[in-house]
């Protein structure tokens, strides 16, 4: 079984930063991609930003040049880097990651972190 495991939510003041951490663990064999979303009560979940297994990345446009999505293959985790926040960007965030595990390595399935509450408010 593999499980992720997010830390570094928060309330924070507009223009404030956070970074956001997700660790996976248990029986991973190899993790392609990683990604971040999230959610806000009656609205649909969002992706916010993926990175693959060569470091490649992409942002939703509203967060770009704010937001910065990294991991750690070493670590299995993934991070969020999250500056000049808005008071929009208030939600639950939630990581994703694709793993095959050690169990069925020739298979992969997408897992996904509790959630972590950000809220930017003055």
């Known amino acids: 079984q593999v499980q992720l495991v997010e830390s570094g939510g928060g309330l924070v003041q507009p223009g404030g930063s956070l970074r956001l951490s997700c660790a996976a663990s248990g029986t991973v064999f190899r993790i392609w991609t990683m990604s971040w979303h999230r959610q806000v009560p009656g609205r649909q979940r969002e992706l916010v930003a993926t990175i693959d297994t060569d470091s490649g990345t992409e942002h939703l446009n509203s967060v770009k040049g704010r937001f910065t999505i990294s991991r750690d293959n070493a670590k299995n985790t993934v991070y969020l880097q999250m500056n000049n926040l808005e008071p929009e960007d208030t939600a639950v965030y939630y990581c994703?990651?694709?793993?095959?595990?050690?169990?069925?390595?020739?298979?992969?399935?997408?897992?996904w972190g509790q959630g972590t509450q950000v809220t930017v408010s003055s």
């Open positions: 994703n990651m694709r793993v095959s595990s050690t169990i069925h390595v020739a298979r992969a399935y997408d897992y």
